[in-house]
C-alpha cells in the first residue's frame, strides 16, 4: 500500500501567490520525513528533515511543517526559480536506513 | 565537499547488454544509497551500504543487479542482461548517520 501521498500532483501559480503542497502518511512510528526539490535531468535536492509532530524548519520563502499525519510545504510568495519538482519521503520505523518517496508535486510560478 | 559524482551520465545500451555504473559519494559520508527513478515517479530505493557492508536490498534488486562498494569507497551498480524495463534514472546518494541525503545527478539508462 501507499505510505506517502502528496497533493496536488501538479500545481500552477502566479508569481507571487502562496500556496502549499502537502504530503501525508500511513505509518506509525515516523523515524524522520523529508522534503526535496528536483529539477528536471538532475538528482534531488535536500530542503528539510523534521522528526517530530509540531515541528518547523524554514528556509528563504520555503517553511516545512509535520503533524501526526502529514507534512505541510508553504512556499510563500513564490518566485519563477521555485519551479521544480517538490520530493517528500520517510524513513520507516524499524531501524531501516532507505527511505521512502513519494510521487512529487510539480510547481510551476508563472511570472 | 564536491558532492555526489555519477559516472556516466548517460548510458545507451542493447538489449541484453551489460552495463555498470559508478558512483563517487561524499568523503566523510559512510552511508551510500542506489535508488532507481522513472518519468514521473519519486526514487524507488534499491540498495543501501554502511561503509562496505551491503545491509538493505529491495525486492527490486533482482539477481541481475548487483552492487559493490569495496573499501566503503565509491560503489558501482551492475545490471546484467538488460531489459528495456531498466530503462530509467539511476541515482546515488549519500549521508551521514540520519540525516538528509545528498544526492548525485544521476545516470539515465536507456536500453534499446
Known amino acids: 500500500e501507499d505510505q506517502v501521498t502528496q497533493s496536488p500532483e501538479a500545481l500552477r501559480l502566479q508569481e507571487g501567490e502562496s500556496s502549499s503542497l502537502n504530503c501525508s502518511y500511513t505509518v506509525s512510528g515516523l523515524r524522520g520525513l523529508f522534503w526535496y526539490r528536483q529539477d528536471p535531468g538532475k538528482g534531488p535536492e535536500f530542503l528539510f528533515t523534521?522528526?517530530?509532530a509540531g515541528e518547523e524548519k524554514e528556509k528563504e520563502r520555503l517553511k516545512a511543517t509535520l503533524t501526526k499525519k502529514e507534512s505541510f510545504l508553504h512556499i510563500t510568495a513564490p518566485k519563477p526559480e521555485d519551479s521544480a519538482t517538490y520530493l517528500c519521503a520517510i524513513r520507516l520505523p524499524g531501524g531501516y536506513q532507505k527511505v521512502t518517496f513519494g510521487t512529487g508535486t510539480k510547481l510551476q510560478v508563472i511570472p | 565537499d564536491t558532492g555526489v559524482s555519477q559516472n556516466p551520465r548517460h548510458k545507451i545500451t542493447k538489449r541484453g547488454q551489460n552495463v555498470t555504473f559508478r558512483c563517487d559519494p561524499i568523503?566523510?559520508?559512510?552511508?551510500l544509497y542506489w535508488y532507481r527513478q522513472t518519468l514521473g515517479q519519486g526514487p524507488e530505493f534499491l540498495t543501501y551500504f554502511q561503509n562496505e557492508a551491503q545491509l538493505e536490498k529491495s525486492r527490486l534488486l533482482s539477481d541481475r543487479f548487483s552492487a559493490e562498494r569495496p573499501k566503503g569507497s565509491f560503489s558501482t551498480l551492475e545490471i546484467q542482461r538488460t531489459e528495456q524495463g531498466d530503462s530509467a534514472m539511476y541515482l546515488c546518494a549519500s549521508s551521514p548517520p540520519d540525516r538528509g541525503y545528498t544526492f548525485g545527478s544521476g545516470t539515465r539508462l536507456t536500453v534499446v
Open positions: 568523503s566523510e559520508h559512510n552511508r
Open positions: 523534521l522528526y517530530s
